[in-house]
T-cell receptor, first 114, second 117 residues
Framework: AQSVTQLGSHVSVSEGALVLLRCNYS??????LFWYVQYPNQGLQLLLK??????LVKGINGFEAEFKKSETSFHLTKPSAHMSDAAEYFC????????????FGSGTRLQVQP | EAGVVQSPRYKIIEKKQPVAFWCNPI?????LYWYLQNLGQGPELLIR????????DSQLPKDRFSAERLKGVDSTLKIQPAELGDSAVYLC???????????????FGPGTRLLVL
């Protein structure tokens, strides 16, 4: 079975500071990994995804994530936080074995202080 | 291009009443998903359709939940009767449904927020 663990249900940073949201996965096979963002009262929007190839993935809004197989991690980072980054962030995993559904972590709420 | 459309956005009902949610996926997307998102949690799959066929419904509580996607386009999720614990956000998502491609993106609708009193 695959699962996703997001360390820290709440993260608070100052505007302009580094954003680091942690995600670890468990999977018996190399997975496909995703980060989604959810703004209040909205659906989930894809930030970035790792499939194959380069392990450093760049996404929208200046976010990036690095797939580290040895650490089973896929942490999300952004060099400089903006007030508009305040939202809920979800890490998700999927194995390409016919079950297309995503398995999500419990989410991390990012607060950005002025 | 229009995204995934869901209605209603909000619904308040009393327990034991029936309720239905509607979803229209992105045009051309063969795969449709219904997810349940409890407060403070990530979404969890309820059911997945490939065209008209429900191919993954192992997490759907079939005693009270039902879903259909009759023409392989829009879909309806129903709860009858609703219980207090069903209060949550019900998300619909769609994807192209490319065979053997686990990397394809799922696009989510805004969700229906259900409150059962």
């Amino acid at each position: 079975a695959q699962s996703v663990t997001q360390l820290g249900s709440h993260v608070s940073v100052s505007e302009g500071a580094l954003v680091l949201l942690r995600c670890n996965y468990s999977s018996s096979v190399p997975p496909y990994l995703f980060w989604y963002v959810q703004y209040p009262n909205q659906g989930l929007q894809l930030l970035l995804k790792y499939t194959t190839g380069a392990t450093l993935v760049k996404g929208i809004n200046g976010f990036e994530a690095e797939f580290k197989k040895s650490e089973t991690s896929f942490h999300l980072t952004k060099p400089s936080a903006h007030m508009s980054d305040a939202a809920e962030y979800f890490c998700a995993v999927r194995k390409d074995t016919g079950r297309r559904a995503l398995t999500f972590g419990s989410g991390t709420r990012l607060q950005v202080q002025p | 291009e229009a995204g995934v459309v869901q209605s209603p956005r909000y619904k308040i009902i009393e327990k034991k009443q029936p309720v239905a949610f509607w979803c229209n996926p992105i045009s051309g997307h063969n795969t449709l998903y219904w997810y349940l998102q409890n407060l403070g949690q990530g979404p969890e799959l309820l059911i997945r359709y490939e065209n008209e066929e429900a191919v993954d419904d192992s997490q759907l509580p079939k005693d009270r939940f039902s879903a259909e996607r009759l023409k392989g386009v829009d879909s309806t999720l129903k709860i009858q009767p609703a219980e207090l614990g069903d209060s949550a956000v019900y998300l619909c998502a769609s994807s192209l449904g490319l065979q053997g491609t686990g990397e394809e993106t799922q696009y989510f609708g805004p969700g229906t927020r259900l409150l059962v009193l």
